[in-house]
């Protein structure tokens, strides 16, 4: 005969033992503090319009004094206005700046052509009042000179730039070339400076903090 089992036999084993406790959990590390959000792009229609704006002006500036130029001057004509600073000497230029590539008329007016397109892409993004008046000069100049290019003799798409205001030791240059000139300025103090095209505003704490999250 087999010995009658003890009471404590028949408990089962899990009963005699205690719970085990769940071991302790590391302190969490704090949550990481979310960055900043970016400011949404304002394209609202005052920047739209403030862009037309310059660009109309810019444009219409310039097709108004070549149109003063060649129905009051002839070609090769010098007209002293501040003497020794400033003249208008009526030229009609084939080529670029400083006369480069005066055999390349075409290629110029597709670059222009070109570049009005690619700033008139980039409005969806414009979200800065100073971008506004940078890309309005940079298209009216655009345009200004492309319309001499499309229109002007000898032939459509070929025709010569008309250029007047003369500095000394300096290229003679018309009002479209002083547009984009000043907007190419505009632009690179923009940048320098840290604002987006969407008016976004891009500072060392920024980078900084950008840096320590990746």
């Given at each position: 005969?087999?010995?009658?089992?003890?009471?404590?036999?028949?408990?089962?084993?899990?009963?005699?033992?205690?719970?085990?406790?769940?071991?302790?959990?590391?302190?969490?590390?704090?949550?990481?503090?979310?960055?900043?959000?970016?400011?949404?792009?304002?394209?609202?229609?005052?920047?739209?319009?403030?862009?037309?704006?310059?660009?109309?002006?810019?444009?219409?500036?310039?097709?108004?004094?070549?149109?003063?130029?060649?129905?009051?001057?002839?070609?090769?004509?010098?007209?002293?206005?501040?003497?020794?600073?400033?003249?208008?000497?009526?030229?009609?230029?084939?080529?670029?700046?400083?006369?480069?590539?005066?055999?390349?008329?075409?290629?110029?007016?597709?670059?222009?052509?070109?570049?009005?397109?690619?700033?008139?892409?980039?409005?969806?993004?414009?979200?800065?009042?100073?971008?506004?008046?940078a890309l309005g000069l940079l298209l009216g100049g655009a345009l200004?000179?492309?319309?001499?290019?499309?229109?002007?003799?000898?032939?459509?798409?070929?025709?010569?730039?008309?250029?007047?205001?003369?500095?000394?030791?300096?290229?003679?240059?018309?009002?479209?070339?002083?547009a984009v000139v000043s907007s190419v300025v505009l632009i690179c103090?923009?940048?320098?400076?840290?604002?987006?095209?969407?008016?976004?505003?891009?500072?060392?704490?920024?980078?900084?903090?950008?840096?320590?999250?990746?």
């Amino acid at each position: 005969m087999t010995d009658a089992p003890s009471p404590d036999a028949t408990q089962p084993a899990d009963a005699t033992q205690p719970a085990p406790q769940p071991a302790p959990q590391p302190a969490t590390q704090p949550a990481r503090a979310a960055a900043p959000a970016t400011r949404p792009v304002a394209r609202s229609p005052r920047l739209l319009w403030l862009f037309a704006a310059f660009a109309v002006f810019a444009y219409v500036f310039d097709q108004l004094t070549k149109l003063w130029v060649t129905g009051t001057m002839t070609e090769g004509e010098r007209i002293p206005v501040l003497p020794p600073l400033l003249h208008w000497y009526y030229i009609r230029n084939s080529g670029a700046a400083f006369s480069i590539g005066e055999n390349i008329t075409w290629v110029f007016t597709i670059i222009m052509a070109a570049v009005s397109v690619a700033i008139l892409l980039q409005l969806r993004k414009l979200g800065s009042a100073w971008w506004a008046l940078a890309l309005g000069l940079l298209l009216g100049g655009a345009l200004g000179n492309l319309t001499d290019r499309l229109f002007r003799e000898p032939s459509f798409a070929m025709g010569h730039v008309v250029d007047f205001i003369q500095l000394p030791n300096f290229a003679i240059f018309n009002i479209a070339d002083s547009a984009v000139v000043s907007s190419v300025v505009l632009i690179c103090l923009l940048t320098l400076r840290g604002i987006s095209l969407d008016g976004t505003r891009h500072t060392k704490d920024t980078k900084d903090a950008v840096e320590h999250d990746v």
